[in-house]
């Protein structure tokens, strides 16, 4: 994607609960982005390996779901995760687990959420990177925008307003259901324990942004 930082994703997982709560809701927000664009590469997954496993982020509610994927990815190795990964997203036709916004909300790729999603990004200034050949409804990009909506030097953009409004408009309505549904996926080991540190995630931010209607 482009957000002016042009990279699809970032990789640090978040290390500390110490970090200030922004800096670690805009950590985790990159790690689930990489996460699902992509298999953990073999730096990452070790990275996650020995990651700390105190909360992600300010607060006790996302210790418990960080501390299991942190305990499924030492138990797994990179290959693993890539064919779980295949297995769920990947392969020929309509995948095990579809990842694109415009599919839950209307049962098509390609439909009107896409189209409002375009909208929304270029009112902020934000467009697909060419390199990135997936649509912008992908749930690895929605994420990085969240990212980038914490993130950014940009305040005109970066602001809590900007954050709720997309949250709210891309992401909320049909999120927590697909986590709960890749979590419930029986070929989903590493995916499982990741979906279900997002939806507590999301979880949380929902009760936040709805502190600021």
Avoid at 91 to 110: A, D, I, Q, T, W
Avoid at 176 to 192: E, I, N, Q, T, V
Wanted: with cysteine; glycine share 6%; net charge negative.
């Amino acid at each position: 994607m482009n957000t002016s930082a042009t990279s699809p994703l970032h990789t640090a997982p978040p290390t500390s609960s110490a970090l200030d709560e922004e800096t670690a809701r805009a950590e985790l927000y990159g790690l689930l982005a990489s996460l699902y664009y992509a298999p953990p590469t073999p730096e990452l997954l070790a990275q996650l390996q020995v990651a700390a496993t105190e909360a992600p982020a300010a607060g006790g509610f996302l210790q418990e779901p960080w501390q299991q994927l942190v305990g499924v990815a030492r138990g797994m190795t990179a290959p693993q995760i890539a064919d779980e990964f295949d297995a769920l997203f990947g392969g020929v036709g309509k995948p095990e687990v579809v990842v694109y916004g415009s599919h839950h909300l209307s049962g098509f790729l390609n439909e009107k959420p896409l189209a409002e999603l375009r909208t929304d990004l270029a009112r902020l200034g934000l467009a697909r990177d060419e390199a990135m050949h997936e649509t912008e409804d992908h749930i690895a990009y929605l994420c990085e925008v969240m990212r980038y909506l914490i993130a950014s030097d940009d305040v005109a953009v970066a602001n809590l307003t900007q954050q709720r409004q997309f949250f709210t408009a891309h992401l909320q309505p049909w999120a927590p259901a697909f986590f709960d549904g890749l979590a419930a996926h029986p070929k989903a080991r590493f995916y499982a324990a990741l979906a279900t540190l997002s939806a507590a995630f999301v979880s949380v931010e929902a009760q936040g942004f709805d502190l600021l209607a």
